[in-house]
Every structure is written in C-alpha cells, then in structure tokens.
C-alpha cells in the first residue's frame, strides 16, 4: 500500500486537509490510528464532523501523535489503498517540549518511508513572520529533503484569507521548479488538483 504524507509547520492546516480531503475523496468515517511516541497503537472510528473537533484547534501541537487513515481511491475499473498520514508540525529551531520534539522526529521518518509528500504552507501568513504557521527556514529544509522524493507537492494553504495571493506568489517565487497548488482545506478548494496529482502517484 502506498503512504502519502502530510508534512509541514505548525498551525498550517495539516489536520483540517486531511480529514476535509479524505471526506472529498468519499471517506464516511475515519478509522483513525494514534501512535505515540512510544510506539503504541490506539484506533478509534470517527466521523468527520466529530474528527474536526476534536483534532483541529487554532493552537499549535494539537497533533501530537501520528494520525492515518486508509482510504480505497477508484481506479479505473478497480480501487487502490492508499494510507493518508498527518504529522507533528515542525517549527523552526529546537522545541523545549521533549514530547513535541520526539513527534517531530517520528514526522521525519515518516516523510523518509513514504511514497508522496504533501508540503502545506500557510498562504495567508507568509507576510506575518510571527505566527507559529509562517513560512520559515524549516520550510526550505523540508523542501531540500523532501524533493529527493519522486512525488512531492506543495499545498499553498488559507487561500480563503487575506494576503493569501500575494502570499501565494512569493511561495511560487521560493519554490519555483516544485509543484504548487493553491487550496482551502477549510472550504475544500483545489482540492480537484491535489486528488489528480495523488491519484497519478499511486
Ligand atoms: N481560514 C482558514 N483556516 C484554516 C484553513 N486550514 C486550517 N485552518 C485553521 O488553522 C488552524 C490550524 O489547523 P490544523 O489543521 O489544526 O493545523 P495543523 O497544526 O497543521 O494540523 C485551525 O484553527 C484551522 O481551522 C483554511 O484553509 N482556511
Ligand atoms: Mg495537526
């Protein structure tokens, strides 16, 4: 089965993109698996409405656990599991919190043992340099390291927000030679791209 990861900062919309896309992409309920840092595994099955809730928040480091879900995507004539992951959100520099950086160690490996990676940037705070989700040095480094990778996007997220076109540009301009799609995980725009892009790598 493939892996697709969802990697990036902090507050940028990781959570909110999966559950909103895998709902797009027809998911009723989420089998949801929580893996600690301690590598034990709980599940738990959850409807999207409830899955919102419950794992999105306006602070930062909700997420602090590996978050999958297995989705089965037509395919032609058939269909094909794919395992979405959500990730820790990185931040730039070293977090104080020894569990936040622990997770931000496990998101590592994820992004190593998958087969696509969806990068999201937080348009609409690419002008504010202060936000825990404003596009920052980690971000570059995620690219570097995830564009050795054959499938890797990047997601221009909150297009729905002010500042988010100029935002938009600028993350054309820094990345120019990747894949960038403008979304709204919020109100589930651009999502038709992205599904094409992911459908065409698995
Ligand atoms: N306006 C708007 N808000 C968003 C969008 N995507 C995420 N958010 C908000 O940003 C905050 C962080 O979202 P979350 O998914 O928890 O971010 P994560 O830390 O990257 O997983 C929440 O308050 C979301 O409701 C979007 O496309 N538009
Ligand atoms: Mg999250």
Redesign the pocket.
Known sequence: MKRCAII?K????????LINFAEYLGVKSFNIEFVNNTGSKTSEKIIPQTAVSYL???N?H??RCLQSIIINVPVGKGKKKIKIV?TS?FIDGIHPNIEIRKAISQTLTTVRDSDIILH?IDASAVKNKDLPSSMGEVDYQIAQFAQLKKSYAILA?????PGANEGFEKIKQEFSGNLIFPI????KTGFKEVKIFVMHNI
């Open positions: 990036g902090t507050n940028v919309g990781k959570t909110l993109f999105v928040d306006k930062p909700k997420t959500d959100g999201i997220n909150k297009m729905d927000l709204s995980a919020l109100h």
